[in-house]
């Protein structure tokens, strides 16, 4: 099986900086899409940022500049640098992963278990 742990979610105050990663583990046969979801309390769960096998990004349009997604294909991470992050930007972030287990077969979907960001005033 495959298994997703993520960290680096925390505590800070407005303006400061976090960084996510989530390590990919277990029976893998190739990675392709790496993404970034937030859920907010009360709101749906939305697209922060996502990267493809190839390195193609993506992010939300609430971003703006402030986020950036890089994976290490050697460790299996995808990270989630956040700068100059805003009290909206609280919620739970999820890292979401396609993975081909077996040569041959169709990627799998993998979701993280949620990190919590906080961001104070």
């Known amino acids: 099986q495959v298994q997703l742990v993520e960290s680096g979610g925390g505590l800070v105050q407005a303006g400061g900086s976090l960084r996510l990663s989530c390590a990919v583990s277990g029976r893998i046969f190739s990675i392709n899409a790496l993404r970034w979801y937030r859920q907010a309390p009360g709101k749906q769960r939305e697209l922060v940022a996502g990267i493809t096998s190839g390195g193609s990004t993506n992010y939300g349009d609430f971003v703006k500049d402030r986020f950036t997604i890089s994976r290490d294909n050697a460790k299996n991470t995808v990270y989630l640098q956040m700068n100059s992050l805003k009290p909206e930007d609280t919620g739970v972030y999820y890292c979401?992963?396609?993975?081909?287990?077996?040569?041959?077969?169709?990627?799998?979907?993998?979701w993280g278990q949620g990190t919590q960001v906080t961001v104070s005033s």
């Open positions: 979401y992963v396609e993975v081909v287990v077996y040569l041959g077969e169709y990627a799998r979907r993998y």
